[in-house]
């Protein structure tokens, strides 16, 4: 670990896929980050390892697209993605009786009753090189009293052309702070998501192939917590005894296809018993 200055430390980690830069980055924030406690910390936990990052991924749909040690089952990895893209717990924002006060999706879909998704899709099929395509999440008049604000704060996309002229749509997120261990996969999937609906509403729009291009996440605090230390190191061990393609699986696997069906059973449950949980 570096001698912490008082200069919180800003990093750079790049690759092809999301599980390659995702590691890369949990391994760079453990060995370099700054000692600093944080608003949840319980009085006996250590303060958390912490840093600026930016994560830049030139594939995210390469495969292989998942990593079998994030912290949460492919099921609910299915249900985040169509949380985010599909709005399909929007349903559940209730701030008055101490429930959710957003999603992703309701911020990005429906801010003030503004569709800023469908504002960036129409933008960019308008004026192809418009460096406004632009969504935010924050509502400094609410968020900032609550317990639980947003931590993505900003999508931007733009689209550029390859050797081909063919167009590709660049995205970067911009996010306040971030559980780099059990909540950063998960976001950097579902989002990569929402840049193939933006690619695929573009395409129809402008009758041309959009492709995804590459996704860039910006974190101002992206942490380790002392909370779970202990269970970190596990993960470190993995890394250090099992190979590459050992920790990894193709998203198109009969075992991640399967648990993706049974997410989307869940989600039908939900709707039919009005059952609450958060994934």
């Known amino acids: 670990m570096t001698e912490n200055k008082g200069n919180i430390p800003v990093l750079t980690v790049s690759g092809k896929t999301i599980p390659e830069v995702w590691e890369k980055s949990l391994i760079e924030t453990w060995s370099k980050g700054a000692i600093l406690k944080t608003q949840y910390d319980k009085p006996d936990d250590p303060p958390s390892r912490d840093v600026t990052m930016v994560m830049v991924i030139e594939e995210p749909f390469a495969e292989p697209r998942i990593h079998k040690n994030f912290p949460a089952g492919l099921e609910n990895l299915e249900i985040y993605r169509q949380e985010v893209v599909n709005g399909v717990h929007d349903y559940w924002i209730n701030p008055k009786e101490g429930k959710w006060t957003y999603t992703y999706h309701k911020r990005l879909f429906d801010y003030e009753s503004f569709d800023q998704i469908t504002y960036i899709i129409n ?153 609450i949980g958060r994934y």
């Open 123 to 275: 933008s960019l099929s308008k004026t192809d090189y418009t460096r406004r395509a632009n969504a935010i999440t924050w509502i400094p008049t609410a968020d900032p009293q609550t317990d639980d604000p947003p931590c993505l704060q900003r999508v931007w996309c733009r689209l550029s052309y390859d050797e081909n002229n063919a167009p590709v749509l660049n995205m970067n997120t911009n996010w306040r702070s971030r559980d780099a261990y059990k909540a950063a996969f998960m976001n950097i999937f579902a989002l990569t998501d929402l840049q193939r609906h933006i690619a695929e509403e573009i395409s129809k729009k402008i009758k041309k192939e959009v492709k995804v291009g590459r996704y860039v996440d910006f974190s101002d605090s992206y942490h380790i917590y002392g909370s779970y230390f202990n269970e970190f190191k596990k993960f470190l061990e993995s890394v250090e005894k099992r190979s590459f393609e050992s920790r990894v699986w193709d998203s198109k696997d009969e075992i991640v296809q399967s648990a993706f069906e049974e997410g989307k059973k869940i989600l039908d449950r939900e709707r039919t018993t009005g059952e």
